[in-house]
């Protein structure tokens, strides 16, 4: 007889937690113990289109990351998009998703598979494929992740465990700075305990991972590539505006690291600046060209500059928002999270919650 598969769904609380990172450190460190691992995403929110319909961006990087069979991979049930959610108000969406989920359970040769949640508890309960909803049909265990903005983050947290009762085996508290590390170890995570809610593990802040390459900023501000465009693959980690006199602005942009910089395209002082500094593009408002000087310095120091029909304003917004929906889609941001997750997550504990045993490895 076949073994029965167990299934673990990663949820979050909110959108944009760092929860495709953690899921994919969370499958490496399990294949590491030698588990059979499957993973499939049943909703699916970050959908482009291929020659055979919509497809989840994530899943195919997932399963390309960790070399997962055809066999490993479970299919998306439903691309939550405008036109799906439309359909379903409307009534020309009958489907049984609950039943739809049952093709799930023939997975069950594995050691365990694990599942993607969509952005928070509730998305998807239109279709009945809310987290709680398919934790109950698959009788899964749940861990959640939860991005840390203040002690608040307990709110959250105890609702959700009201809501998912003992399926809930375990929190990721992630993206902590530095300086209140102590506080979620000292105060957040014995509360947590006390009322039943085991942290297997905090993350401190980590700004490669919420870094976002130039290539990105250029599709997200519609911008056009005045040089480099060989150099798009750079990682962006903080954004600057340069608005103010040059000397001022050499002290500020002295003390940032891989920054964009934000300035008008008639401020070649401040280009300047920006261009001997840490920056890995400008990007410059108000439609006006640059100097050749500036075009010919930056092609020497492979700097792209960018040009966007924006305001200042607009701009540092659509940036900003960049930060916040970041993918983790390069190489080295795959390097970043292993080594966290080996460090920083407890993973014997949660192979115990879920009953599991690592297999020995030759």
Request: glycine share 6%.
């Amino acid at each position: 007889m076949p073994k029965s598969a167990k299934f673990l769904l990663i949820g979050s609380s909110e959108s944009y937690s760092g929860k495709s990172a953690l899921v994919l450190g969370m499958a490496h460190q399990l294949q590491n113990q030698g588990l059979d691992i499957a993973y499939g995403k049943p909703i699916g929110t970050c959908l482009s289109s291929a020659q055979t319909g919509k497809v989840e961006e994530d899943v195919l990087f997932i399963a390309k990351t960790l070399n997962l069979a055809e066999n490993q991979v479970l299919p998306t049930l439903l691309p939550l998009d405008h036109d799906t959610i439309t359909q379903r108000i409307r009534g020309d969406d009958p489907t049984n998703y609950q039943q739809k989920l049952e093709q799930y359970t023939h997975y069950s040769n594995h050691d365990l598979v694990l599942l993607e949640g969509a952005g928070t508890l509730e998305e998807g309960k239109l279709f009945d494929l809310a987290l709680p909803q398919i934790a109950q049909q698959l009788d899964a265990a749940v861990v959640l992740v939860s991005r840390f903005h203040s002690a608040l983050i307990v709110d959250r947290l105890l609702a959700a465990k009201q809501e998912l009762g003992n399926r809930l085996i375990g929190v990721l508290i992630n993206d902590v700075p530095p300086d209140q590390i102590e506080q979620v170890q000292t105060q957040v995570q014995p509360f947590l305990t006390q009322h039943g809610i085991e942290v297997i593990g905090i993350l401190p802040r980590n700004d490669l991972l919420r870094s976002v390459s130039v290539g990105e900023l250029v599709h997200q501000l519609k911008a056009e590539v005045l040089c480099r465009p060989d150099r798009l693959d750079l990682l962006v980690e903080s954004l600057k505006i340069g608005a103010m006199n040059v000397n001022s602005a050499l002290e500020y942009f002295r003390k940032a690291r891989n920054m964009a910089v934000v300035t008008g395209g008639d401020r070649t002082d401040i280009q300047l600046a920006a261009l001997e500094t840490s920056t890995q593009c400008l990007i410059l408002t108000g439609h006006i060209p640059p100097s050749p000087t500036i075009l010919s310095r930056a092609e020497d120091l492979e700097i792209p500059i960018l040009s966007v029909d924006l305001d200042t304003l607009t701009t540092v917004e659509i940036v900003d928002q960049a930060f916040g929906q970041v993918r983790l889609h390069e190489p080295i941001k795959v390097q970043a999270v292993y080594q966290m997750m080996a460090k920083h997550v407890n993973i014997e504990r949660l192979l115990t919650k879920l009953g599991l045993t690592p297999v020995a490895t030759a």
